[in-house]
Structure formats: structure tokens, C-alpha cells
């Protein structure tokens, strides 16, 4: 009994010490438009304050997007992930000509930081690494395959991370993840381009038949023949979780009179039917795990053609799927995507402001 109570309290004393807050400098500018000094220091304090969690999750993110909607990134987090930024100081200010710059000391939870970059990855952005092991043991990490599937996304407006030869990351780490069930790594590379999503897989090819073979009756076989194997796995984080949308296994064959020509025509059969095939499991699996209601709530008096224009804007913005009525002042939204990125959408486009938003509604006004 008193070894168990041991145990439990040596465990409980490492689980504190890994949930203890790192301390962690770090500066955030924003430009003073027109004159607006405060406007600016808001946005260089959250500006400073993401920076301060790349720091502590040990991830640099690369997107502009999260620099330029500091604010609406910052609401999200803190709705979000609650405690993740314990207590922050400002330890120093300056105003620079049209830049005001501002320079924090926050005391930031690490495990939570790492969920908070989760928070800002996009449903509609997806890494992929498809690599191909060929019969003589040459590996291309960047193949006819992966090349027709990043193709036919990018058709489909997904915004595509090639992450071949890129990252660190290689055949061997890939191997070793879908073995073991453990995709930090990969994770982690993906959240740097801000992809919530990724497909990952790869082909093991073996010469299955030779030319000359005896088939029976006296019969040579004509031709050379090599199968290529696809194991596949297509991954997205939800609510800090990962969730497996797809697995799989996709046998496909070559045949040729050299086993180059066999081994190239296999290619091309992948890069024909296997890439269409993945490409809608693909599509299938993003929009029905992602898709959700968004309410876009129009604040003030009631105005008639302001909604209406407002609706017409949320109509062609991208990756909305459908706008429908709600009343006399909203707007029920089908939308796959975070509704972070539907707020940045419309503070884009100008003629109406986010106040307010939250997972299933975002409260705006005309400007």
C-alpha cells in the first residue's frame, strides 16, 4: 500500500512539473493606420501574445493570416483554450515612426499552447506524403501519385502542403509512425502551414510475375508484372483529439515486357485511378466530419438591404456552401471550415465588421 502511494505521488509530481508554466519574451507590431495609436497597441499586444505561444509549443507557424487578424486569432484561443496564457506583462513599448511595438513577459502553460496552434489550423488545408518504394528499392517521396493528388485538390480549392522532402521528415519517420500509431511529429510539421488535415501513405511495389514464367500448358507468361500497395491513413484533429476519417488498402498492377515498363505503367495506374480514388474519400470525409451552422448575425436596426447584401457577400465567399434566411437580422451558414476563418473572411471583404464570434455564431455590423 504505501509503494502504491508512493507511485501515485511520484506520478502526480511529474504530471505537475510538465503542467508548469514556461516563461517566455516575446514582441509584437502592428502599423498605425490613420492615426489610431490604441487600435495598433491592441493589435502588437496580440500579436505578442501569439508569438509568446509559437515560443512555448516550439512551432512557427507560417502564415500571414494569423499576424493579420490578430485579434479575432486571440478571441479564439482564449474561447478555446482557456488558461493558456496564465499572466502576461508588458516589459516594454515603443511608438516608431507609423509602428507601434510592444514587448511582453507571459508566463504560458506548454500543453495547452500546442492545442492553442491546433485552434488556428484550417479544415481546408491538407498536408500530404505519398511516397513510393519501387521493386529496385528506389524511393520517390515526390510521385506521379502524390502529384496527381495534390492536383486535383488544389482544383477543389483545398488549400495543399506538399510535405515530401520537406520537414525532416522521410519514408523511414513515416514508416515508423504508422507503425506505432504516433503522429506528433507529423503533426506538428503540418500545423506549421496551418493544416488540421493530412494524408499520408505508401506504396511498397515487388515484381509479382516474371516474363517467361511457367503458367501452365506449356505457356510463358508474355510479360513482366509488378503490383504497387498503397496503405493509407487520412488524419484531422478535433477538439485536441485525432480522429482517423479513413484507412485503407489499394492493390494496383502494372505489366510490361521490362520490369521498368511494368513498374511504369503501374505508376501511371496510380496516378490514374488510385489518386481519383483518394481525392474522393478525400473530399467525402472533410466536408461531412467538418461541415457545421454558422450563424452570421447582422447588430443594430433592422435593415432589409443590408442583409441582403450581406448575404450576397457570405454567397461568394470561399468554401461556404450554402446561405439561407434566419429571421430578419441573420444568416444560417453551411460551412466546413473553422468559423474563425469565416470572421477573417468578412472582416476581409470590407463593408461589415466582426464584433463577436463564437463556434456557431459571429455577430457583425455595416461599416
Do not use: H
Request: charged share 20%.
Amino acid at each position: 500500500m504505501k509503494k502504491l502511494i508512493m507511485l501515485l505521488a511520484a506520478v502526480f509530481m511529474c504530471g505537475a512539473v510538465y503542467a508548469q508554466p514556461v516563461k517566455v519574451s516575446a514582441i509584437g507590431e502592428a502599423d498605425i493606420t490613420g492615426g489610431d495609436t490604441a487600435s495598433a497597441r491592441t493589435i502588437a499586444i496580440a500579436r505578442a501574445k501569439w508569438a509568446a505561444l509559437e515560443e512555448a509549443a516550439g512551432v512557427k507557424v507560417k502564415s500571414d493570416a494569423i499576424l493579420q487578424n490578430a485579434v479575432l486569432v486571440d478571441e479564439a484561443i482564449k474561447t478555446e483554450v482557456q488558461g493558456v496564457i496564465k499572466s502576461f506583462n508588458i516589459t516594454g513599448e515603443e511608438k516608431d515612426s507609423s509602428i507601434y511595438r510592444v514587448q511582453i513577459s507571459a508566463m504560458v502553460e506548454k500543453t495547452k499552447a500546442e492545442s492553442a496552434v491546433g485552434v488556428v489550423s484550417k479544415n481546408t488545408t491538407i498536408s500530404v506524403m505519398l511516397p513510393v518504394v519501387f521493386p529496385n528499392g528506389r524511393v520517390e517521396e515526390s510521385s506521379a501519385l502524390s502529384e496527381n493528388v495534390i492536383n486535383e485538390l488544389t482544383s477543389r480549392n483545398m488549400e495543399v502542403v506538399d510535405m515530401a522532402g520537406g520537414n525532416g521528415f522521410g519514408v523511414k519517420e513515416l514508416e515508423r509512425a504508422m507503425k506505432s500509431n504516433d503522429y506528433l511529429a507529423l503533426r506538428n510539421a503540418a500545423f506549421k502551414n496551418l493544416s488540421n488535415t493530412i494524408l499520408i501513405g505508401k506504396v511498397e511495389t515487388t515484381a509479382t510475375a516474371q516474363q517467361g514464367t511457367d503458367i501452365g500448358y506449356g505457356v510463358s507468361l508474355p510479360f513482366n508484372v509488378v503490383t504497387g500497395r498503397l496503405t493509407y491513413r487520412l488524419i484531422t484533429e478535433k477538439y485536441g483529439n485525432r480522429v482517423i476519417l479513413a484507412s485503407g488498402y489499394i492493390p494496383v498492377r502494372g505489366q510490361g515486357t521490362t520490369i521498368e515498363d511494368a513498374t511504369f505503367r503501374m505508376t501511371e495506374n496510380l496516378r490514374d485511378s488510385v489518386a481519383n480514388t483518394l481525392v474522393g474519400i478525400v473530399m467525402e470525409k472533410m466536408q461531412g466530419a467538418n461541415s457545421r451552422m454558422v450563424t452570421v448575425r447582422l447588430m443594430g436596426r433592422t435593415d432589409i438591404d443590408k442583409l441582403m447584401q450581406l448575404k450576397q457577400m457570405l454567397t461568394y465567399t470561399s468554401w461556404v456552401l450554402e446561405v439561407k434566411d434566419q429571421g430578419v437580422d441573420a444568416l444560417a451558414v453551411t460551412y466546413p471550415e473553422k468559423s474563425l476563418y469565416l470572421a477573417t473572411s468578412i472582416n476581409g471583404r470590407g463593408g461589415f465588421k466582426v464584433e463577436k464570434f463564437s463556434d456557431y455564431e459571429i455577430a457583425v455590423s455595416p461599416q
